[in-house]
Antibody, heavy 112, light 112 residues
Framework: EVQLVESGGVLVQPGRSMKLSCAAS????????MAWVRQAPTKGLEWVAT????????YYRDSVKGRFTISRDNAKSTLYLQMDSLRSEDTATYYC?????WGQGTLVTVSS | DVVMTQTPVSLSLAIGQPASISCKSS???????????LSWILQRPGQSPKRLIY???KLDSGVPDRFSGSGSETEFTLKISRVEAEDLGVYYC?????????FGAGTKLELK
């Protein structure tokens, strides 16, 4: 059974950093590109970033480019999202996704 | 960015009635590899998203065959032949042909 379990979401002040993790199991992690998608409270879904199978290629939405870094550790079957210079508009539930499968999400709240 | 326009915004239907949701993209979703990366996702209340359909018309494993997807280029449709109680929630179309990936604003299906 495919499982994606996100962690790391907390309340953080604007300008600070945070790192999200997504532990994957039930499939060959290294064979699939992965992504982060977020959902602000009561809003729709918004793609954040995608990473290739090897980690050699990464893609970001403009609003997070230069502030967020997606990475993966295929030996640990884990996906990461390093978020720096956080803004209030980054407040959202962040989902780790294999596109066919989604985690339960982790809530990031950016507020002073 | 590719704009995904979903209609209607909401649907109120009785169990057993058919449903149809439209999704139009601002540009063709045919990728250079010839595939069309258009998916449909359902987010039930309080749950994480779940993919129902990928590549326009392919049903994910375990998805009932009362769901169907169709369309091409810039116009796509999700149909439910007979709505059941478990189908309520918000439906999103999602394109992964062009970066940044983009979602429709969602269609809320409520039971009458």
């Amino acid at each position: 059974e495919v499982q994606l379990v996100e962690s790391g979401g907390v309340l953080v002040q604007p300008g600070r950093s945070m790192k999200l993790s997504c532990a994957a199991s039930g499939f060959t992690f290294s064979s699939f590109p992965m992504a982060w998608v977020r959902q602000a409270p009561t809003k729709g879904l918004e793609w954040v970033a995608t990473i290739s199978t090897s980690g050699g290629s990464t893609y970001y939405r403009d609003s997070v480019k230069g502030r967020f870094t997606i990475s993966r550790d295929n030996a640990k079957s884990t996906l990461y999202l390093q978020m720096d210079s956080l803004r209030s508009e980054d407040t959202a539930t962040y989902y780790c996704t294999l596109f066919a499968y989604w985690g339960q999400g982790t809530l990031v709240t950016v507020s002073s | 960015d590719v704009v995904m326009t979903q209609t209607p915004v909401s649907l109120s239907l009785a169990i057993g009635q058919p449903a149809s949701i439209s999704c139009k993209s601002s540009q063709s979703l045919v990728h250079s590899d010839g595939k069309t990366y258009l998916s449909w996702i359902l987010q039930r209340p309080g749950q994480s998203p779940k993919r129902l359909i990928y590549l326009v018309s392919k049903l994910d494993s375990g998805v009932p065959d009362r769901f169907s997807g169709s369309g091409s280029e810039t116009e796509f449709t999700l149909k439910i032949s007979r709505v059941e109680a478990e189908d309520l929630g918000v439906y999103y179309c999602w394109q992964a042909t062009h970066f940044p990936y983009t979602f429709g604003a969602g269609t809320k299906l409520e039971l009458k």
